[in-house]
């Protein structure tokens, strides 16, 4: 089992920055490839960013290409997502998950293990 615990949400006016964090523990070892996604209500969740545990491969949304960068610390188990020229559409609840596999959909059902969310609100 791998648990996962983001940090990092909250308030924030539009052009702003946030950074999100996602600690990781248990079986860490058994992850390939760890990713955001967020969830707006009344809508559906959605892929956000992607990155290879030991390999740091990257893959964006494009609506977030060139203002989100995701990033891993291997030796601390964390991973971040950091967040620059927010908008109101990218308020979410923003997820951490993890998948026992190299994963290259952007489709939620590929991912094995989640955190229970960080709320990011943008306001305009």
């Known amino acids: 089992q791998v648990q996962l615990v983001e940090s990092g949400g909250g308030l924030v006016q539009a052009g702003g920055s946030l950074r999100l964090s996602c600690a990781c523990s248990?079986?860490?070892?058994?992850?390939?490839?760890m990713g955001w996604f967020r969830q707006a209500p009344g809508k559906e969740r959605e892929f956000v960013a992607s990155i290879g545990w030991f390999v740091a491969l990257t893959s964006y949304a494009d609506s977030v290409k060139g203002r989100f960068t995701i990033s891993r610390d291997s030796a601390q188990n964390m991973v971040y997502l950091q967040m620059f020229t927010l908008r109101p559409e990218d308020t979410a609840v923003y997820y951490c998950a993890a998948a026992k596999r190299i994963v290259r959909s952007t489709a939620p059902m590929e991912y094995d293990y989640w955190g229970k969310g960080t709320q990011v609100t943008v306001s305009s």
């Open positions: 248990g079986r860490t070892s058994s992850t390939y490839t």
